[in-house]
């Protein structure tokens, strides 16, 4: 199915691609034929997943390029790099992201969880957006949560200084995810890029590993755990594959299957206002 998927002759960039939803996002890209660029941080978990795709499909096009996505700098190296290795660009898989027990600063002095799960997604969508636009058409996918149930965002403090609870961190960067997704869709309508969002379900997977064994309280906000990752990885497959989500945006997905967020997800004067606020954090006003 390498040679001839849907994905045949097409450039995909996935971030988060080194374990758990993410690889199996990736090999399931490289069993529908995509050349792949694949983003990680660990380096020998990259490695391991560029072993795996060249065992399954005897192919060893796809790229593993590193990267910490909490900071600014990284990111905007990172989509240098990418435009450099790619005259085309047909879709992005904004993946990877964190949860942390801890309040944390990253190296630009924002908060990690909404710097990594939030800004980079922004940032590095607003850089690779023209390569994007001019591949068309071309699809952008987030992968949010429905944790976002549980994290209205509060504008007034994005950097959590006040208060700072895991469970509603992580729910309020998911949030975010939602909101950038539906301003992005609005922006970006007829240019022939597409942008939808997605809930994975709860997985067996890496996200939190490096704050420690992650509580009983976490597993439950981020959803009853699938069988597999590769469960977990099927919408984003379908969000970036499937011909029945041909000019479809602005969307939120799970199972497959559109779903609706919950009203502080979905505010169109909460996303513009969101939106304004990346430009300032990241430095980027979009094409």
Not at 125 to 135: E, I
Not at 254 to 282: F, Q, V
């Amino acid at each position: 199915m390498a040679q001839g998927g849907r994905l045949s002759g097409k450039t995909v960039v996935l971030t988060g691609a080194s374990s758990g939803i993410g690889r199996a996002t990736a090999l399931g890209l490289a069993d529908e034929g995509a050349r792949l660029i694949l983003v990680g941080r660990t380096p020998e978990r990259c490695e391991e997943t560029l072993s795996e795709i060249r065992r399954r499909t005897g192919r060893d096009d796809a790229v593993m390029l590193r990267a910490d996505l909490s900071s600014l700098k990284e990111v905007r190296r990172l989509a240098d790099e990418v435009l450099a290795r790619a005259d085309r660009l047909h879709v992005l898989l904004n993946n990877a992201g964190v949860t942390l027990l801890q309040r944390q600063l990253t190296v630009d002095g924002l908060e990690a969880t909404f710097a990594t799960n939030h800004l980079a997604y922004f940032l590095l969508t607003g850089l690779l957006l023209p390569r994007l636009r001019d591949s068309a058409p071309a699809r952008i996918v987030n992968v949010a949560s429905d944790a976002h149930r549980f994290g209205r965002l509060d504008l007034g403090d994005l950097q959590n200084e006040q208060r700072y609870r895991a469970l509603r961190v992580y729910g309020q960067s998911k949030t975010a995810n939602l909101l950038f997704t539906q301003e992005l869709a609005r922006r970006i309508s007829g240019t022939g890029v597409t942008a939808n969002a997605l809930h994975p379900g709860g997985i067996r997977s890496n996200l939190g590993r490096s704050e420690g064994r992650i509580p009983e309280a976490v597993r439950k906000l981020v959803g009853l755990f699938l069988k597999s990752p590769e469960e977990g990885a099927r919408t984003s497959l379908y969000l970036a594959c499937s011909p029945e989500v041909e000019g479809v945006s602005g969307r939120y997905f799970a199972k497959c299957r559109e779903r609706t967020p919950t009203a502080h997800a979905s505010d169109p004067e909460l996303a513009r206002r969101l939106w304004e606020r990346s430009e300032e954090l990241t430095g980027l006003q979009y094409p």
